[in-house]
């Protein structure tokens, strides 16, 4: 089951219905089931709280991926910093909307095992994602 919350910040309008179909279909692709996740929606100030309290990092990002998979099925919350993804979509060029929605997948890449932090990992992360919005097109 997929929930979305928002705390200290309005929640982003969202397709449910489509979004759900499309994270469960990246998550079948990578071989793995759909258990619960949760979306967390919040501000860079929220986030860089939950990175200082559980990561002790102390830098604001654009989401933070708490990891509950047990074998093949894929559960985890993921807070998403709405204010982030503003900032880099207009830092990139590109739209709103597909930064969200890169950044709602990356979390689920992550759960699918998809790292980004090791030397090409990077660039394997940002195939994937491209991958997945390309997936997305036409269904919402």
Partial sequence: MISFYSQDIEMPKLKRGALREWIKAVTEKHGYKLGDISYIFCSDKRILE????????????????FDDTEGKKISGDLFI???????????????????????????????????????????????????ALAMRTGKE
Avoid: W
Wanted: charged share 25%; glycine share 8%; aromatic share 6%.
């Fill in 50 to 65: 939950v990175n200082k309290q559980f990561l002790q990092h102390d830098y604001y990002t654009d989401i933070i991926t």
């Fill in 81 to 131: 910093s709405l204010d982030t993804v503003k900032s880099n979509s207009e830092q990139l060029g590109t739209e709103y909307d597909t930064e969200l929605h890169r950044v709602i997948i990356h979390g689920i890449l992550h759960l699918c095992g998809i790292n980004d932090k090791g030397p090409g990992e990077r660039e394997v992360m940002e195939a994937n994602e491209n991958e």
